[in-house]
């Protein structure tokens, strides 16, 4: 069996990708805020975000006050991945209307184009989490394969 057609977000830096089955989710680029906080702790606001389901408006109390929320589940594997606020009820919480909340414990970062060749530069820790579902098909990249394509592209 293929793979199902996933969108993909060209962004040369990061890509946020779903924790389980590494469906891409966003890029660094539509990031709006780093202050954030989900139900698992860390989480970023984003402009845009794609391969996702959204569950019927729920209407929740936030520590910032009452927003109108629809849930944000990854498309292919049906993950949580964060929510959606579609209306604040609060005038100074509605830039966030429209916008998408991602929680980082759910999602994994993956490097762009740019991003992997700073990265072999630096020679960070290649600390590539043990994933829990063992998709074969998932498209991180570990500092191995980047070898590996740089030796290819350099013949
Ligand atoms: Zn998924």
Known sequence: MGLPFVEWIDDPKQL???AKCGTCLTGIKHLVSESFRGGTGTAYLFNHVINVNMTESIRRVMTTGTHWVRDIDC???????GWF???A???DQQYKEGHFILELALTKRIPGMVDI????RMKSDAASSSGESGSSNNPSVSSLSFEEEKEDVTV
């Open 16 to 18: 946020f990708v779903c």
């Open 75 to 81: 498309r292919y594997c049906n993950s949580r991945v």
């Open 85 to 87: 606020y579609e209306m």
């Open 89 to 91: 009820l609060k005038e």
């Open 117 to 120: 060749v700073a990265q072999k």
